[in-house]
């Protein structure tokens, strides 16, 4: 069990208020800031500093912050574990991104899961931002995410490499004929996911480079859902970019077409995720190698 110190820490950096940490956990604010001093001679450094009046956590309370959400992280884990013992249920948590859990990995979670009659398998689903909230906070143990992250925050092994491509349908018309460059697509309504998604952080890095941005487009749609993308592209709504791997029975059936470009040649990893520093890391790769085989 975490020092209650440790959750008094862990609510500050929370909450980034003395006061409002005091009256979630139900103590008084002096309370707090004792705690938050004995942690702070513990370990020889500051944790928190202020800066315009307003609470800011320090490098050394950030690293501290990382090791000990794991270690909660763990306990919570431990718990299951126990439970297991007690009930032969094993529980594991995985969450998945939109476009990796309806298209890349369902066939494979599937034979885990025959493999596995005595486990029961929690799938949550997500984008990219949300599921690092979620593993950060201890409600799933591992993710499998597209898209960028901080990788030195995690432990991380690849799952698949994929292309991604822009997309339409196979008869659109392009406002500017034949574009061979991603700026000659300006003039298109753009269909793209929402803020957070790892398909839209991609495109977003992309037009950066060029100095564009999603809001360049003459008219843009966001939508939540991958399947209503594909579905407005079907019906000639507009363009898009995604992974190849979310389109492949369009483009084979010959619904939709890839847009070629000249400058955009794209591909990324979709890569499995867990906390740094887990007691639980030697089980997750064992996962992790189950699925890609």
Not at 6 to 24: D, G, H, S, Y
Not at 42 to 67: Q, V
Request: aromatic share 8%.
């Amino acid at each position: 069990m975490l020092d209650f110190r440790i959750e008094t820490f862990l609510m500050v950096t929370e909450t980034m208020n003395f006061t409002e940490a005091a009256k979630r956990l139900h103590i008084t604010q002096p309370a707090v800031s004792q705690h938050i001093h004995f942690l702070e001679k513990e370990y020889d450094t500051k944790l928190f500093s202020y800066h315009n009046k307003r609470l800011k956590m320090t490098e050394a309370g950030a690293i501290l912050k990382k090791r000990l959400m794991t270690m909660k992280n763990d306990q919570l884990a431990l718990k299951n574990e126990i439970k297991v013992q007690e009930n032969k249920k094993e529980v594991l948590s995985i969450g998945v991104t939109m476009t990796i859990g309806e298209y890349a990995i369902v066939e494979r979670l599937a034979d885990f899961l025959l493999k596995h009659p005595e486990m029961n398998l929690h799938i949550h689903y997500g984008n990219t931002a949300q599921l690092l909230t979620l593993l950060d906070k201890g409600d799933i143990n591992m993710a499998l995410v597209e898209g960028n992250y901080p990788k030195e925050n995690y432990e991380h092994r690849k799952y698949s490499t994929e292309d991604y491509i822009a997309v339409c349908a196979v008869e659109h018309k392009f406002e500017q004929a034949n574009p061979k460059t991603m700026k000659e697509l300006l003039q298109e309504r753009l269909l793209v996911r929402e803020t957070g998604s790892g398909t839209r952080n991609i495109l977003e890095e992309l037009l950066l480079a060029r100095g564009m941005k999603i809001e360049d487009f003459q008219h843009y749609v966001e939508v939540e859902n991958m399947h209503t993308i594909i579905g407005f592209l079907k019906k000639d709504c507009g363009i898009s970019f995604m992974y190849k791997v979310a389109v492949e029975d369009e483009l084979k059936k010959g619904t939709l077409r890839e847009i070629q470009l000249s400058d955009f040649k794209m591909q990324h990893d979709f890569d499995f995720i867990w906390e740094k520093g887990s007691i639980y890391a030697e089980k997750y790769r064992a996962v992790c190698e189950e699925l890609q085989s």
